[in-house]
């Protein structure tokens, strides 16, 4: 956070992406609304992670043997259910903050992030709804 940023309410800081934090803090300790949501959206992608991580790494585990049970492009499916909560819903304040930056353009680490999370998603997309594109 930049120092000569200063806002009433909270926020994020315009120049960095990270939240505002108050200038004068409170003895009182008070929830932090931000950690509770980011917090609560980490556990539902990692719930939702762990199985994604399974059923596409779980093929190359011989004592698993998933591709007896699961077809290729069963997997395919199941791994976009999976996948697209996690990117969309607990990734998105990362967006969020990353559109953000560059909106404003000031670059930064959301911008990195978002950059990299957005263009492995639709290259993703792509090879599942139109295979046939890439040789």
């Known amino acids: ?3 000569e940023i200063r806002r009433t309410e909270p926020g994020s800081c315009p ?3 990270m939240a505002l934090e108050p200038v004068q803090p409170t003895a009182q300790a008070e929830s932090n609304p931000e950690l509770r949501d980011m917090t609560r959206r980490f556990w539902v992608g ?3 992670a762990v199985p994604l991580l399974l059923l596409d790494m779980g093929a190359d585990i011989r004592a698993l043997n ?6 290729p492009l069963v997997s395919a499916w199941i791994q976009f259910a999976l996948g697209t909560p996690v990117v969309l819903w607990a990734g998105w304040p990362l967006l969020q903050r990353g559109w ?3 909106r404003r353009r000031s ?3 959301f911008s990195l992030i978002g950059l990299g999370v957005s263009a492995s998603y639709l290259y993703s997309l792509v090879a599942l709804f139109a295979p046939d594109v890439f040789p």
Not at 66 to 71: D, E, I, K, M, P
């Open 66 to 71: 998933l591709h007896h049970y699961v077809s």
């Open 15 to 17: 120049i960095c992406g």
């Open 107 to 109: 670059l930064n680490m």
């Open 46 to 48: 990692a719930a939702l």
């Open 100 to 102: 953000d930056s560059v």
């Open 1 to 3: 956070m930049h120092p």
